[in-house]
């Protein structure tokens, strides 16, 4: 197993919400000795979501999911969450590039209103 394959992960998904929304706002929160780069966060006119890094998996939750469309069902964490859903990458998986955009994009619409 490559030990590289989440951060190759995160990186595309930090590529495709910068293609998604340009003026997207990239920061790092909840910092901790057992995270200290902490949280990548990504808003625009409020949070879209948070990329975060465990051992089997790269964990995108979306902060408004519940309220997004979903019609390629690309959302398969968090589901039963009232507010929250997340898409969770597991190593070999391919994102569906054209279905995460869609979603950041109308995260963003929602954020603006």
């Not at 394959?5 to 057992?34: G, H, M, N, Q």
């Not at 597991?90 to 954020?111: H, K, P, S, T, Y």
């Amino acid at each position: 197993m490559s030990a590289d394959w989440r951060a190759d992960t995160v990186e595309k998904i930090r590529s495709l919400i910068v293609a998604a929304e340009p003026a997207v706002v990239e920061e790092a929160k909840w910092r901790k000795a057992s995270n200290p780069d902490g949280v990548p966060t990504f808003s625009a006119d409020g949070l879209i979501c948070t990329v975060e890094t465990y051992k089997d998996k790269v964990k995108t939750t979306f902060a408004k999911g519940a309220s997004l469309e979903d019609p390629t069902g690309i959302f398969n964490a968090s589901l039963d969450a009232g507010t929250r859903r997340a898409v969770d990458v597991f190593e070999g998986e391919v994102i569906d590039e054209d279905a995460f955009i869609a979603l950041v994009r109308e995260a963003v619409a929602l954020n603006r209103g």
